[in-house]
């Protein structure tokens, strides 16, 4: 009986050990799965931001290399823009320091002959200056000013011109009239005549068109940010 138990006692001792063992073991082989587990997320986590910082220089690095572009081309264009606006006589022959009809650097005729605003009243009195110019007598200067309408035209960044027509009577002799349409075809702002209609004598000659000019909105420069993604 004495041995019986001494065996009984020791085979206990073995399962003990062995549990124990085994015990180690689960708990070896949880802590190594979560330390690979945890090592494979954060690999992931941070090769998902070095991808994502990579992105950002490359995208950072583009617009740092377009803007050197745009003032290298700006400090090109500086000196031909000079030259353009400071000569002595304009575009159109007028004194580019003066402020006659004609006068004015040769920015601000191009500025007038396109204008960024839809303003038909200015358009009138441009049209007006013009026939005095040429010495005939102004009967009427007709159209719609549509500026509410026109009012939603505003700045962007591919503008388009936009039509303004106009009426337009007069009478002189033969030879003032055929200088006034010469004068309409040499102007800066560009008028295209549609229709016209000539009635009287070679003395005293009425003229009525019907005409379009137009203006086009500034183009607008806006300086956008980037999501990256």
């Known amino acids: 009986m004495p041995q019986k138990t001494a065996k009984n006692g020791m085979g206990s001792m073995k399962r003990v050990m062995i549990d124990k063992a085994n015990a180690r073991l689960v708990v070896v082989v949880?802590?190594?799965?979560?330390?690979?587990?945890?090592s494979l997320v954060a690999a992931k986590t941070l090769w998902s931001q070095a991808a994502y910082q990579g992105r950002v220089i490359t995208s950072k690095q583009n617009a740092l290399t377009q803007l050197q572009a745009n003032s290298k081309a700006m400090d090109q264009l500086k000196p031909s823009y000079d030259a353009f606006v400071g000569?002595?006589?304009?575009?159109?022959?007028?004194?580019?320091?003066?402020?006659?009809?004609?006068?004015?650097?040769?920015?601000?005729?191009?500025?007038d002959a396109l204008p960024s605003k839809y303003d038909f009243p200015a358009l009138a009195t441009n049209i007006e200056t013009l026939v005095n110019d040429q010495s005939v007598q102004l009967t009427s200067i007709t159209g719609t000013d549509d500026e509410i309408a026109q009012s939603s035209n505003i700045d962007s960044p591919n503008p388009q011109s936009v039509e303004m027509p106009f009426q337009l009577s007069v009478s002189a002799d033969y030879t003032?009239?055929?200088?006034?349409?010469?004068?309409?075809?040499?102007?800066?702002?560009?008028?295209?005549?549609?229709?016209?209609s000539l009635?009287?004598?070679?003395?005293?000659i009425s003229m009525t068109i019907s005409a379009t000019t137009y203006y086009q909105p500034s183009k607008s420069l806006k300086i956008r940010t980037e999501v990256v993604k």
């Open 30 to 38: 949880s802590v190594a799965a979560f330390a690979a587990i945890f």
């Open 87 to 111: 000569t002595s006589t304009n575009a159109i022959g007028g004194n580019s320091l003066g402020s006659g009809p004609k006068d004015g650097d040769n920015a601000k005729i191009i500025l």
């Open 176 to 196: 003032k009239i055929q200088a006034l349409v010469g004068a309409f075809e040499h102007s800066i702002r560009p008028i295209k005549i549609q229709t016209m």
């Open 199 to 204: 009635a009287g004598t070679q003395d005293k």
